[in-house]
Nanobody, 123 residues
């Protein structure tokens, strides 16, 4: 089965940067549609960015220009580069994957596989 493991979270000051990673096992990530979600306390899990099997990326409006999603197929790893961090970026960040292309990439129910999450705290 597919396993996803996030890494790279931490506590940073506003304006700082982080690079999150999502290591995939049990499949070749190049064939999967993958995404990053985040969930702040008391809020719904929201889609942040997604990347398809060709490497085409899409982002939610709130993070455009600050977040960059990418993947390294040789390492079976997806990344999320986060620049100019803001306190409102504080959340648990999750990676998600699905075997087939996802139309509504921002909806969590579209994805079959999830990681355990990595915490990002911005002060």
């Amino acid at each position: 089965d597919v396993q996803l493991v996030e890494s790279g979270g931490g506590s940073v000051q506003a304006g700082g940067t982080l690079r999150l990673g999502c290591a995939a096992s049990g499949h070749s990530d190049s064939s999967y549609f993958m995404a990053w979600f985040r969930q702040a306390p008391g809020k719904e899990r929201e889609g942040v960015a997604a990347i398809d099997n060709r490497g085409s990326a899409t982002y939610t409006y709130a993070v455009q220009g600050r977040f960059t999603i990418s993947k390294d197929s040789a390492k079976n790893t997806m990344y999320l580069q986060i620049n100019s961090l803001k306190p409102e970026d504080t959340a648990m960040y999750y990676c998600a994957a699905n075997r087939r292309p996802v139309a509504a990439w921002w909806l969590k129910d579209e994805y079959s596989y999830w990681g355990q999450g990595t915490q990002v705290t911005v002060s």
